[in-house]
């Protein structure tokens, strides 16, 4: 998902871009630039989590949405503080909004309007007037953070009230640790939700205080408001369990219950030990909890916390088989080794490369590993009870498909083999593979089954390895063939409007659909996804040696021409992607409608009913250049090579393109397939330092569960995938020396710049900087091509790979062999086994 809000915010938000923020803390960049620097000298194993700034797209001003707290990869606990105002991802840097508490459950990089999770606040709390005086309420508590104090660094979340109480976090999996400072002499009180989450969805629930364990239970059902990004029926249940006595180290003075509500309702209930509201059904303005005090005026409080998605009891349990009695420290020191073993995978040299690059490359990367949220043994509804890996928070496949899953694919076949299992077994538990989960619930589908190229990707890069990762081909390809051939009864939530596709060969616009229920809109990108997905279809036919298949879905793969109108004309460039009717008749779309340029800044070009322009979240202009897998038809329908250039010069010019919007992702490096590789070189250097930096604005828009991080990463690699398919683009590396770990095929990967200049990092490369591609080599063998080569020969095989650059751009403005692939030309023949450079 791009962007859910207007977008006359979007148009507002952009003005005061620049905005600097009193948080995070100055320290926190001084520590990375520092631990940069230090690096330079350092001749052993370089600590990682030193140069990774959780804080990049954390700001208010292009809302990257991304949760700075505590977690470890692919955690379920992400322990962040929540904020008053727009902040989905509960923590956000603009220092006016007010803090309501910390919790343990977020999302990081969704961008929807009212957020995810947030359940379980606690804050703490000055009473001097004692328990009766405590400020429990929502309005009541809100209280602002100390400016320039915000800190985190992977597996640490720390921030400092107005009142001056710290509140820190660490975390494991599914637990985590909350160390608490008071001002010496007072007394510690403690405000614990029951009730709120961030979208104020509360369903019912139930709270419980044993005193004499210490120990505080909750459970309860949120999402039943129109909360989310996906339909308002559905519910999900979230417990946790709170010890509070640091193993027998602190001692509980008060105890007791509060009701609140914003009219007055402010009761509070010494001695009451639990709350039964399990049926709730007004939603928001309903508040409820506990309040704790501690005895003998501690200045320190050490509080654990359990969360889990089945039970209180077993959020309790994995409080204890996770953190058990280890030490704050303790859980701090076992979060960053993890973190250490992810981001060691790609190892870059420290000390030729540019101290931001350094910075936005570490941190960009360890978003690729933040999500999606490991909730393995703790399904919910279909899926509990089963025996295969389950992860949350699939926030969506229409954005992580592209460049999110194929960096996975790079390094960690492990990793991307158990979300591959939970995505077929979506569709063994639902019919369809999932599209866009979060809260555990089913999201509105945005292209159609995107799910399709995440596991047909998959296939194509690790097929050998398949059946020893766990994953059954067989399966995955009927859980595809679903996808592409049954049609849900309603396809807002999963799989496709596939009748109606197959019929007209096309997503017909004001279509008569007797069998069938969904969200009219988006007819002409829907086709373009449909037909990609097909292609993501007949690649794993071709694996499969199912012929009959792979003849059906390549030619499906086609359909996108069907939504090509040869005839209508912007700016002077003739042919464009439009809606088309049942009769065959297209439903004109002025191409500029829904990109930065038009001039209606309120047309609606989301999922709203009134999108009437027929692409997602993008205009015409912008959704033109799709076809991943058969550009070379697109540049002849364009009116061939020269066209084609001069387009795409005018599409980046005119202000078409849109850096944090996923349909734009690969126009910038478009120009490889017009054998013009120099000028995608140039194009990837300015949309980086246009559109990405360090500061917590520094990504583009909402990080989508880590596409746009996982987009930067492949352009500061010099890199660029093409989904469904094992073929790699190749452009100029932003990083002297890197290599590419691969522990499962035991594989390491050293791509090296022969003739890197670090002055061509930057967004114009000056005249006589060397970055342009003249040569590569793998393993002293010259590739076929300098614009692309291929997994299997390259980072499967491990060795040494020279990408030689030069200043000379007129030297090296072509491919020196085939352009990158494309079915019409006879392109992915063949699904790759091994590799042909031995
Ligand atoms: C790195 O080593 C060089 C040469 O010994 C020295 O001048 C420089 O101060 C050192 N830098 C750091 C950050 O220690
Ligand atoms: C932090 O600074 C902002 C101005 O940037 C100010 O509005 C706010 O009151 C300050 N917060 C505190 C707690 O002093
Ligand atoms: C509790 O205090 C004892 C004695 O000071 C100490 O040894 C122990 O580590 C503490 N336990 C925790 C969980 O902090
Ligand atoms: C809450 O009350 C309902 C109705 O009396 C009861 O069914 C349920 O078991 C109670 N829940 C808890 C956790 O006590
Ligand atoms: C999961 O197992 C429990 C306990 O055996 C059973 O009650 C429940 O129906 C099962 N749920 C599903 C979806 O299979
Ligand atoms: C997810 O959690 C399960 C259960 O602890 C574990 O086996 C698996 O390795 C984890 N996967 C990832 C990608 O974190
Ligand atoms: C497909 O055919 C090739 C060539 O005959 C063979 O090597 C491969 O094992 C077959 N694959 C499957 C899944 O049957
Ligand atoms: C394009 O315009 C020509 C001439 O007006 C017309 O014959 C043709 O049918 C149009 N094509 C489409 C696809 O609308
Ligand atoms: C574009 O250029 C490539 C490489 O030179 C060539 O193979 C192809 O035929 C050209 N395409 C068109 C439509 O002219
Ligand atoms: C590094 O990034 C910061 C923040 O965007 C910027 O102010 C600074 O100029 C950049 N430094 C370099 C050397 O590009
Ligand atoms: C890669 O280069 C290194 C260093 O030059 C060398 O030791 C190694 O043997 C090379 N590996 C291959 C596979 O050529
Ligand atoms: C760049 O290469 C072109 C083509 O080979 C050559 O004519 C030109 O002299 C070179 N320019 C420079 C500055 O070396």
């Known amino acids: 998902m791009a962007k859910t809000f207007p977008r006359s915010w979007l148009l507002a938000a952009s003005a005061l871009a620049g905005a600097v923020y009193a948080q995070p803390s100055p320290g926190v960049q001084q520590r990375i630039d520092q631990a940069i620097k230090d690096a330079g000298n350092n001749t052993g194993q370089l600590d990682y989590t030193a140069f990774v700034n959780p804080f990049i797209g954390t700001g208010a001003v292009t809302y990257g949405d991304v949760c700075p707290g505590a977690s470890i990869p692919f955690g379920m606990a992400k322990i962040t503080a929540d904020f008053t105002g727009y902040a989905p991802a509960g923590y956000i840097t603009d220092e006016t909004q007010y803090c309501h508490g910390l919790s343990p459950l977020h999302d990081s990089g969704t961008g929807s309007s009212l957020g995810t999770y947030g359940n379980f606040e606690i804050l703490p709390l000055l009473c001097p007037g004692g328990f009766d005086s405590c400020t429990t309420s929502l309005l009541a508590r809100q209280i602002m953070r100390k400016n320039n104090t915000d800190d985190a660094y992977p597996g640490y979340f720390a921030l400092t009230l107005a009142n001056d109480i710290r509140m820190e976090a660490t975390s494991t999996r599914r637990a985590g640790l909350e160390r608490f400072t008071f001002p010496r002499g007072s007394t510690p009180y403690f405000v614990l939700d029951l009730a709120n989450d961030l979208p104020a969805s509360f369903a019912g629930g139930t709270m419980n205080i044993d005193p004499d364990q210490g120990r505080i239970t909750i459970g309860g059902q949120w999402g039943s408001r129109c909360f989310n990004f996906g339909p308002s029926e559905y519910h999900y249940q979230a417990f946790a369990c709170y010890d509070l006595l640091n193993g027998g180290n602190q001692t509980l003075a008060e105890y007791g219950m509060w009701t609140a509500d914003t009219y007055g309702l402010d009761a509070k209930a010494k001695g009451v030990t639990s709350l039964n509201q399990s049926l709730n059904l007004i939603g928001g303005i309903y508040q409820s909890g506990a309040l704790f005090s501690y005895a003998n005026n501690p200045t320190e409080v050490t509080i654990r916390v359990g969360v889990s998605f089945v039970s209180s009891e077993q959020a309790c349990a994995n409080a204890e088989s996770e953190v058990g009695g280890a030490s704050f420290e303790q859980v701090v020191a076992a979060s960053s080794a993890l973190w250490q073993e992810k981001l060691s995978k790609i190892e870059i040299d420290v000390a030729n490369t540019p101290a931001n690059v350094t910075e936005m490359f570490y941190s960009s990367l360890y978003r690729s590993f933040l999500t999606p949220n490991n909730a393995t043994d703790e399904t919910q509804g279909v899926f509990a009870n089963t025996t295969s890996f389950y992860f949350d928070s699939l926030y969506c496949s229409w954005d992580t498909f592209r460049t999110f899953y194929p960096l996975l694919s790079l390094t960690s076949p492990v990793e991307f083999a158990q979300i591959v299992d939970n995505y077929v077994d979506g569709w063994r538990k639902n019919g369809w593979m999932p599209e866009c989960r979060a809260n555990n619930l089913p999201g509105w589908t945005q292209g159609g089954s995107s799910a399709d190229n995440i596991v047909s990707h998959f296939a194509m890069a690790y097929h050998n390895e398949a059946a020893a990762l766990g994953i059954d081909l067989t399966d995955l390809y009927a859980a595809m063939k679903a996808d592409g051939e049954d049609n849900p009864l309603e396809w807002n939530t999963e799989g496709r409007q596939v009748n109606v596709y197959q019929e007209y060969g096309y997503v017909p616009f004001a279509v008569f659909d007797p069998s069938s229920t969904g969200r009219q809109t988006r007819e002409g990108s829907r086709t373009l996804e449909y037909a990609f997905e097909d292609f993501a279809i007949r690649q794993v036919a071709l694996l499969l040696n199912n012929s009959a298949d792979a003849a059906t879905y390549e030619n499906r793969s086609l359909f996108y021409r069907n939504v090509w109108d040869a005839n209508v004309t912007s700016d002077g460039f003739t042919g464009f992607a439009q809606k088309r009717h049942m009769n065959g008749s297209f439903a004109y779309t002025d191409p500029i409608d829904c990109s930065e340029q038009d001039t209606n800044t309120s047309r609606a070009c989301s999922l709203q009913a009134n999108n009437e322009n027929g692409f997602y979240e993008s205009s015409s202009w912008e959704y033109s250049w799709y076809a991943p897998h058969d550009t070379a038809h697109l540049v002849e329908a364009m009116g061939g090579n020269a066209t084609f250039v001069k387009r795409l010069e005018h599409f980046f010019n005119a202000g078409y393109y849109l850096a944090g919007n996923e349909p734009s992702f690969q126009t910038p490096v478009g120009y490889h397939y017009a054998n013009k590789p120099t000028m995608s070189v140039d194009r990837v250097r300015d949309v980086v330092f246009t559109n990405f930096d360090i500061t917590p604005d520094g990504i583009p828009g909402n990080d989508d569960q880590a596409a746009m991080a996982s987009v930067?990463?492949?352009?500061?690699?010099?890199?660029?995938?093409?989904?469904?398919?094992?073929?790699?683009?190749?452009?100029?590396p932003f990083i002297p020396s890197y290599t590419i770990h691969n522990s499962y095929l035991n594989t390491s990967t050293t791509v090296t710049v022969e003739g890197y200049?670090?002055?061509?990092?930057?967004?114009?490369?000056?005249?006589?900087?060397?970055?342009?591609?003249?040569?590569?080599?793998?393993?002293?063998?010259?590739?076929?091509?300098?614009?692309?080569?291929?997994?299997?020969?390259?980072?499967?095989?491990?060795?040494?790979?020279?990408i030689s650059v030069t200043s000379n751009k007129t030297l090296v403005n072509d491919c020196a062999g085939p352009v990158p692939e494309s079915i019409s030309t006879g392109g992915f023949a063949v699904p790759r086994s091994i590799p042909l450079i031995a």
């Open 712 to 732: 930067l990463t492949w352009h500061l690699l010099g890199l660029y995938p093409v989904p469904s398919t094992s073929q790699i683009l190749i452009l100029s």
């Open 757 to 802: 200049d670090a002055n061509s990092v930057q967004q114009v490369i000056p005249a006589g900087a060397a970055a342009y591609v003249q040569k590569v080599t793998v393993n002293g063998v010259p590739t076929a091509s300098r614009c692309h080569f291929d997994f299997y020969d390259t980072f499967r095989i491990g060795g040494n790979i020279t």
